[in-house]
T-cell receptor
Framework: AQSVAQPEDQVNVAEGNPLTVKCTYS??????LFWYVQYPNRGLQFLLK??????LVKGSYGFEAEFNKSQTSFHLKKPSALVSDSALYFC?????????????FGAGTRLFVKA | GAGVSQTPSNKVTEKGKYVELRCDPI?????LYWYRQSLGQGPEFLIY????????DSGLPNDRFFAVRPEGSVSTLKIQRTERGDSAVYLC????????????FGEGSRLTVL
């Protein structure tokens, strides 16, 4: 069975500084990995995904994520944080080898960017 | 509209009552998912459909929960004999029939059981 861990409940960063939101995963086969963002009173929005190929994936709003197979991690990064990036971020995984579409989400990390 | 639509946006009911939550996916998306999100938690997988059939219902918590998608488009999540612990936001998402496809979420139906 697949699972996702987001070890930090909250990440605080100053505007203009780089940010990292951590995610580790467990699957029996090869992973498909995703990041989603949830703004207050809004639905979840897709940010980026890793399927195969280059370990560094670029997505919306200047975010990127790095897939590390040996560490089973998929950390979300941004070189320069904005106050408007403050939101709830979810990492998600799908097991590519099961042939199904079941996607499991982590518990979420709240990002707070202060001006 | 172009996005996933969920109705009602808010539902307040009494313990023991029956509830239906509706999801209208993006046109052409054959995969449809239901999740439940409690305050401060991540979305908890309930069930997903590929076309009309439930491909994986392993997340449904018990037999009070049931979901249908009779024509392969609109889906209804049905909860019988509601309990206070069922209170949560119920999220629907749809996806193209590709294993690599990301999910497109609706804004959710907030269920409160008094």
């Amino acid at each position: 069975a697949q699972s996702v861990a987001q070890p930090e409940d909250q990440v605080n960063v100053a505007e203009g500084n780089p940010l990292t939101v951590k995610c580790t995963y467990s699957v029996s086969g090869n992973p498909y990995l995703f990041w989603y963002v949830q703004y207050p009173n809004r639905g979840l929005q897709f940010l980026l995904k890793y399927i195969t190929g280059d370990n560094l994936v670029k997505g919306s709003y200047g975010f990127e994520a790095e897939f590390n197979k040996s560490q089973t991690s998929f950390h979300l990064k941004k070189p320069s944080a904005l106050v408007s990036d403050s939101a709830l971020y979810f990492c998600a995984v799908r097991d590519a080898n099961t042939g199904g579409f079941k996607t499991i989400f982590g518990a979420g990390t709240r990002l707070f960017v202060k001006a | 509209g172009a996005g996933v639509s969920q109705t009602p946006s808010n539902k307040v009911t009494e313990k023991g009552k029956y509830v239906e939550l509706r999801c209208d996916p993006i046109s052409g998306h054959t995969a449809l998912y239901w999740y439940r999100q409690s305050l401060g938690q991540g979305p908890e997988f309930l069930i997903y459909f590929q076309g009309t059939g439930a491909a994986d219902d392993s997340g449904l918590p018990n037999d009070r929960f049931f979901a249908v998608r009779p024509e392969g488009s609109v889906s209804t999540l049905k909860i019988q004999r509601t309990e206070r612990g069922d209170s949560a936001v119920y999220l629907c998402a749809s996806s193209l029939a590709l294993q690599t496809g990301e999910l497109f979420f609706g804004e959710g139906s907030r269920l409160t059981v008094l």
